[in-house]
């Protein structure tokens, strides 16, 4: 989504936890400010105010984000900052036309989920503000999704042989590269792991495991491969924080490696571990689209899927909350018609039932 001139936000001020907008859209009574008609609002603010709400960090950004691209076209539309009462049907409608028509990046047209995920945020931020009729008379646009477009096994072998193994980077970013690509974590779960996080359940268990937070503070178990166990072991062998012991449990397991030393080993940054994916990606020739740390987690729940593992697994490893976020990655393909039939006939030859 691209963005016009940032819509400078109205300042407030807290009252005894009362929020006042700027003195020209609230009136005085008795010396004291009170609180303009929510009608009379900066819009601006108000979307700024419901974001804030946000359970996580990165949740609060996504809202905030979303919020200020509508303000700024609304702004742009009506040729002064808009206030709550401006915020209608209409209005949303209308932004949903030119998210189709040329809101994506660099003036095309934006890909139909981001219309979706975009007019169903404003429509709850007029619910928040109590325009619950206006946001119930726009429609989200539906949107069937096709197969989605992954990493394929040549592509993740490619990628895998781009790291020089012999170098402490070349270590860290090979281990990195498998902890996406062969547990499917998120860039976040995977900037939050410490070294305790990876442990066997028990002391006779054949794999270890990943004990992630994901989203929400929710705990997840994640079977740690046997090639993954030895990439991690070889890159904590030359972690900068390891002593003659290891890793303390505190410890980051990925960190930053500051040039000649000077740098405190920090845990990596999502920028860091975006470039990180990215440069390794297109170095193996994938393309720009597909080199982003989520099409690794993509190649993972696409891969066992299509392996046969059950979809409520996949989902629990994933740390997904509804399964239909999970049915994205098992999207019915093109082949899978003739391989079902072919399933068929064989289970009817084994079971004598053929005909």
């Not at 509804?322 to 990655?329: F, N, S």
Request: aromatic share 6%.
């Amino acid at each position: 989504m691209t963005a016009d001139t940032p819509l400078r936000l109205a300042e407030v001020e807290l009252v005894d936890n009362v929020q006042l907008v700027a003195s020209d859209a609230s009136t005085e009574a008795g010396g004291v400010q009170v609180p303009a008609p929510m009608a009379d609002r900066y819009l601006a603010a108000e979307a700024e105010r419901i974001a804030a709400r946000a359970s996580t960090a990165g949740t609060r950004r996504q809202y905030a984000s979303i919020y200020r691209s509508f303000a700024t076209w609304l702004a742009a539309q009506l040729g002064r900052p808009p206030l709550v009462g401006d915020l209608d049907a209409d209005v949303i409608a209308a932004y949903g036309r030119h998210l189709t028509a040329g809101g994506g990046r660099g003036g095309a047209p934006a890909a139909p989920t981001t219309v979706r995920v975009y007019v169903s945020m404003i429509r709850a931020l007029a619910a928040e503000l109590g325009l619950k009729d206006q946001a119930a008379e726009v429609r989200v646009p539906r949107h069937e999704p096709g197969p989605p477009e992954t990493l394929t096994d040549a592509d993740y072998t490619n990628l895998l042989r781009v790291p020089d193994r012999r170098s402490r980077e070349g270590k860290r970013n090979y281990a990195l590269l498998r902890v996406l690509g062969d547990c499917g974590l998120r860039s976040a779960e995977l900037r939050r792991l410490r070294a305790q996080d990876l442990r066997r359940p028990r002391a006779n268990a054949r794999y270890f495991r990943l004990y992630v937070r994901g989203k929400g503070g929710r705990e997840r178990e994640v079977s740690v491969p046997d090639v993954v166990k030895s990439a991690v072991d070889a890159w904590i062998r030359v972690h900068p924080l390891a002593k003659a012991t290891g890793l303390r449990d505190e410890h980051p397991l990925f960190v930053r490696l500051g040039r000649h030393g000077r740098e405190q080993p920090e845990p990596l940054s999502a920028v860091a571990v975006y470039r990180l994916v990215n440069r390794d990606c297109l170095d193996a020739g994938i393309p720009d689209r597909l080199a982003h740390p989520h099409a690794l987690r993509s190649y993972w729940a696409t891969h066992l899927l299509e392996a046969g593992a059950s979809i409520h697994e996949v989902s629990a490893r994933l740390g997904h909350v509804d399964l239909r976020t999970t049915a994205r990655y098992a999207a019915v393909r093109e082949h899978s018609a003739d391989e079902l039939a072919d399933t068929l006939d064989r289970g009817h030859q084994r079971g004598g039932r053929g005909w």
